[in-house]
């Protein structure tokens, strides 16, 4: 069981891989979420929320294996108030440590009109669920859904009934970014005077971000009494995100004077882990994020730079450094050893084995002989690029050649490799990418549609990198995909079928038995 957390300690609970990937478009494969579990728990997380085992057998699979390989944090599995779920839940975890199981059910007028129970039928179904998963478990955790938006009275009543069922921890989610930071903090300070045996177990807080509170909410519990904040790497979740790991991280570090809490959190591994988690879920971070945006600790105003450049505290309450972020003033070029690559990257919060730097090394020399300084935007993209492009895709990107300009129609000859095998098309369109998207589904037909196309360039100069994020929708499944190259058109075709990969990987997950073959390629030679 764990173990109450000191007054000023603060638990952290992760839970990106649960919460966080249930955001449309955000896929993350078995292995990538075995290497962000590893990452969390490196960094010094709590609690780490590996999945929901009775979703599929892939989210079974990684949270068992997850709670077979993690070495410091306690693991848990979310499950819905059935005993079948519960079950499911402790099969996965039981491989733990330090193994938890998350049960909840929704408690707010709304959400007991689901499964059609009344209040007194709710009650009954809280105690015999929460009874039977702290049968099997130590360590449980309940959580009544849209807490926030629950009557007060009832509220306490469940609360209570969980406590005395032998709930350990008590979450209370804020499921639609409903609430302000003072009604957030008012609800842990009643139930923690209201409710009997309050002052034996930890009270949770769980919030959204739909109005952007999300980090003030979380916050505001914390100095009412919660001592476990539930978040996310880089905000990442379901509609606008829950709470930001890295702010309620970065925030009680830095105003550590009004918020006398501490966490176990190493703070110089953030930007590392944002950036994986970015790469993985093919969500990328905006410019202006806090703590992990690209322009966090950028600044143009000649009065900031004039007092950035006589004392940095002038405009940064942080420095880089407390993140993970460092400046150094070596260049990079065609010229660079494997030696300058890998202490470069490690700068940059990227540490490499000896074959994974072999791989990034042939794509680095090939990126430097195209242009005549690689910038840190550029090996962040490269890392990028790299991770989400793989050699053991099962469709791949072999070869591309377009013919465009102001006479058409513009055409793409395309080798694309589909599950090992070459088949080489050509395809015109209404300009080179489409002709290139049209190629790709003459080899892979696919009923995705387009929502979005972006194009961002790395750098400054025509020899830049293209940054290309595409998200394809198909019955309902979202995906995203991006990748980087000095070629736009080649960017684009690598992040279209990037994102077809990944609503693979959905597509098996909604239906283990679907057959990612169900296509006839055309193959023209």
Avoid at 271 to 279: D, E, G, H, L, P
Avoid at 401 to 423: F, K, M, N, W, Y
């Amino acid at each position: 069981m764990t173990a109450k957390p000191e007054q000023d300690r603060v638990l952290i609970f992760d839970t990106t891989l649960r919460d966080g990937e249930q955001s449309p478009g955000a896929t993350m494969t078995h292995e990538e979420k075995l290497e962000i579990a590893e990452l969390l728990d490196e960094m010094g997380v709590d609690i780490i929320e590996a999945g929901f085992p009775i979703a599929s057998e892939g989210d079974f699979a990684a949270v068992s294996e997850i709670a077979r390989r993690t070495r410091n944090a306690v693991i848990c599995g979310l499950a819905r108030a059935n005993f079948k779920d519960i079950d499911r839940c402790w099969e996965a975890v039981r491989h733990a440590r330090r193994p938890r199981i998350h049960t909840f059910i929704g408690t707010s007028p709304l959400h007991r009109a689901i499964p059609n129970l009344d209040k007194e039928q709710m009650a009954e179904r809280i105690h015999e669920t929460v009874t039977h998963a702290r049968n099997l478990c130590d360590d449980v955790q309940w959580s009544p859904m849209d807490a926030t938006r629950t009557e007060h009275d009832y509220l306490c009543r469940v609360v209570e009934i969980a406590i005395r069922a032998g709930a350990t921890t008590i979450n209370i989610p804020d499921t639609v970014g409903y609430t302000y930071p003072r009604e957030s903090a008012n609800l842990i300070r009643m139930l923690r005077e209201r409710v009997p045996g309050a002052d034996e177990i930890t009270f949770a807080t769980h919030c959204h971000n739909d109005l952007g509170m999300a980090t003030a909410n979380a916050l505001a519990a914390v100095e009412a009494g919660a001592r476990q904040i539930e978040c996310t790497i880089n905000g990442l979740g379901e509609r606008a995100g829950n709470t930001a790991l890295e702010e309620v991280v970065m925030a009680m570090k830095v105003r550590n004077d009004i918020l006398p809490f501490r966490t176990g959190i190493d703070t110089t591994k953030i930007i590392n882990i944002s950036r994986r988690v970015s790469t993985v879920s093919g969500f990328p971070v905006q410019f202006n994020k806090a703590i992990v945006g690209k322009n966090a600790f950028a600044h143009e105003s000649g009065i900031h730079q004039d007092g950035m450049l006589k004392n940095a505290e002038t405009f940064e309450i942080m420095r880089p450094s407390d993140i993970g972020l460092k400046q150094t003033n070596l260049v990079m070029g065609k010229h660079s050893g494997r030696a300058a690559l890998r202490a470069k990257l490690a700068e940059l919060g990227y540490e490499l084995a000896d074959n994974q730097l072999n791989d990034v090394f042939v794509r680095f020399k090939a990126l430097a002989d195209r242009k005549k300084e690689v910038y840190d935007d550029d090996l962040i993209a490269l890392m990028k690029d790299s991770a989400v492009n793989t050699g053991n895709d099962f469709l791949q990107v072999k070869f591309l050649r377009v013919i465009c300009g102001t006479e058409a129609p513009q055409s793409a000859d395309l080798i694309l490799s589909v599950d090992g095998v070459e088949h080489h098309v050509t395809a015109q369109g209404d300009g080179p990418v489409d002709a290139t998207f049209k190629a790709v589904r003459m080899v892979y037909p696919n009923n995705a549609r387009l929502e979005l196309y972006q194009v961002h360039a790395v750098t400054e100069g025509t020899d830049a990198q293209a940054t290309v994020s595409v998200r394809l929708e198909e019955e309902g499944r979202i995906a995203t995909g991006q990748a980087a190259d000095t070629d736009t058109v080649v960017a684009s075709a690598k992040a279209y079928v990037n994102a077809l990969n990944r609503l693979i990987v959905r597509r098996q997950k909604s239906d283990p038995d679907a057959d990612i073959k169900q296509v006839s390629y055309k193959d023209a030679g």
